[in-house]
Nanobody, 115 residues
Framework: QVQLMESGGGLVQAGGSLRLSCAAS????????MGWYRQALGKQRELGAT???????NYADSVKGRFTISRDNAKNTVFLQMNSLKPEDTAVYYC?????????WGQGTQVTVSS
């Protein structure tokens, strides 16, 4: 069984920065992709950023140039450095890990950006 534990969310002013962390436990294969999705109130969950085991990355257009995803395979941890935050980045951020057709989700961490 895989468990994902996020941390690092909070309240920040527009233009500020936050760093999210997600530690995975259980049977983890470093080759599998991990990443972050987000869900704003009343909206569908959407891609934030993903990273493969080989460190190839993919970003939503809305966060390109502001967010950076990275991972530490030795610690089964993925990070999301968020800079130049905007009020529209306000959402619950969910860590995910995919193993073949199975996707595991964390419980989510709230990020609130005030204007």
């Amino acid at each position: 069984q895989v468990q994902l534990m996020e941390s690092g969310g909070g309240l920040v002013q527009a233009g500020g920065s936050l760093r999210l962390s997600c530690a995975a436990s259980g049977t983890i294969f470093s080759i599998n992709p991990m990443g972050w999705y987000r869900q704003a109130l009343g909206k569908q969950r959407e891609l934030g950023a993903t990273i493969t085991g080989g460190s190839s990355t993919n970003y939503a257009d809305s966060v390109k140039g502001r967010f950076t995803i990275s991972r530490d395979n030795a610690k089964n941890t993925v990070f999301l450095q968020m800079n130049s935050l905007k009020p529209e980045d306000t959402a619950v951020y969910y860590c995910h890990y995919r193993h073949f057709l199975i996707t595991y989700w964390g419980q989510g961490t709230q990020v609130t950006v005030s204007s």
